[in-house]
């Protein structure tokens, strides 16, 4: 038997000071418990799911958002097929309020179809929502993204995001399986051009491994970290920490907040994975070594600043990032991208 992940280290009576000062250094998950618990929205879903549903519906813009609808069958994987070039799901636009409906409507039927609506913008679909459950005073950022997640049993297979991430359930119950971003090898990654949501998964089913085709998963298994929540709990996640997401009950509400601790002026660092395919990833063995030793240095920086030896003013591109040098770098690339390479 795989070893049972641990569980995340838990906290409580969480504020601004502690948050920065302890949680976000240690650079791992971190249990909030009962960070939200006085939330408005928080006391609706302990209520109960219709009064949940009646709460939300109050905020609802009426704007049609992203479902994802499975059959029953799929145990609420939104996940790949069998020959991974198509998916085990169908992806469609609806009413939230329609959702909300469906939702309580199926409470207590075993064979209801799969819902998801994930990652639907707070401020476009729940305008106001925000204001009367607000976690500005925790986050001392200039912006961040809010999102809202509905449905029922689901299981959101392993995958990471760019930005860090707080996640707070208000309704059901959910359980986190969080893994190192040291252990993508053993997570063994699905097609990256072809993704269910976005962004790249893993295609092991964490509630039932088979270690036979994905024998690595056991050493993935064993750095991972767990976190089970209920209403007015949250977790962070740190950025690049890969987490499957179970939704355990069958009517469940999340909130997420995402930010990045760069200015708005720096690009996605998934943008260089791209760019790496088409300078780097093909050269011979030995000249990908090369250039990765220019990288540590220039970029990675293991052991002390890159060109400490210069004064700031002349280490032109290579200093201190800021805006006019944003734009000048992207103003480089745009013009390699739209000539014919040598």
């Known amino acids: 038997?795989?070893?049972?992940?641990?569980?995340?280290?838990?906290?409580?009576?969480?504020?601004?000071?502690?948050?920065?000062?302890?949680?976000?250094p240690r650079g791992r998950p971190a249990i909030l418990r009962g960070l939200v618990q006085q939330w408005p929205v928080v006391q609706a879903g302990r209520e109960s799911p219709q009064a949940l549903a009646t709460y939300l519906k109050g905020f609802y813009s009426g704007l049609p958002a992203p479902l994802f609808e499975g059959p029953a069958a799929?145990?609420?994987?939104?996940?790949?097929?069998?020959?991974?070039?198509?998916?085990?799901?169908?992806?469609?636009?609806?009413?939230?309020?329609?959702?909300l409906d469906r939702l309580q409507h199926d409470l207590g039927k075993e064979a209801a179809p799969a819902l998801?609506?994930?990652?639907?913008?707070?401020?476009?679909?729940?305008?106001?929502?925000?204001?009367?459950?607000?976690?500005?005073?925790?986050?001392?950022?200039?912006?961040?993204?809010?999102?809202?997640?509905?449905?029922?049993?689901?299981?959101i297979a392993p995958h990471f995001d760019n930005t860090e991430n707080i996640a707070c359930v208000v309704g059901g119950r959910r359980?986190?399986?969080?893994?190192?971003?040291?252990?993508?090898?053993?997570?063994?990654?699905?097609?990256?051009?072809?993704?269910?949501?976005?962004?790249?998964?893993?295609?092991?089913?964490?509630?039932?491994?088979?270690?036979?085709?994905?024998?690595?998963?056991a050493e993935a298994l064993a750095a991972a970290e767990v976190a089970e929540l209920s209403p007015g709990d949250a977790v962070y996640i740190p950025a690049l920490w890969w987490h499957n997401v179970e939704a355990l009950e069958a009517f469940n509400v999340l909130v997420n907040y995402w930010w990045r601790d760069v200015p708005d002026f720096f690009e996605s660092p998934s943008m260089s994975l791209l760019h790496c395919l088409l300078t780097l990833k093909s050269l011979p063995p030995q000249q990908r070594r090369d250039w990765q030793a220019v990288f540590d240095y220039l970029i990675f920086q293991p052991e002390e600043p890159a060109l400490e030896h210069l004064p700031p003013q002349v280490q032109g591109?290579?200093?201190?990032?800021?805006?006019?040098?944003?734009?000048?770098?992207?103003?480089?690339?745009?013009?390699?991208?739209?000539?014919?390479?040598?």
């Open 74 to 99: 799929i145990n609420g994987r939104f996940f790949y097929n069998d020959t991974l070039d198509g998916f085990n799901f169908e992806s469609k636009r609806a009413l939230l309020s329609d959702l």
């Open 175 to 217: 359980r986190f399986t969080m893994f190192p971003p040291q252990q993508i090898r053993n997570l063994y990654v699905g097609p990256l051009d072809l993704t269910p949501a976005g962004q790249p998964v893993s295609l092991v089913d964490i509630r039932n491994p088979d270690l036979g085709r994905f024998p690595r998963f």
């Open 116 to 155: 998801y609506a994930g990652s639907v913008s707070l401020p476009i679909y729940l305008p106001g929502f925000s204001s009367a459950n607000n976690l500005r005073e925790l986050l001392n950022v200039d912006s961040m993204i809010e999102s809202i997640w509905l449905g029922n049993r689901t299981c």
């Open 1 to 24: 038997m795989p070893a049972e992940p641990r569980k995340a280290q838990e906290w409580h009576d969480v504020d601004a000071a502690l948050f920065e000062a302890e949680i976000r």
């Open 317 to 342: 591109l290579f200093g201190e990032l800021t805006q006019p040098k944003a734009d000048r770098i992207r103003a480089i690339l745009l013009k390699s991208l739209g000539r014919k390479p040598l």
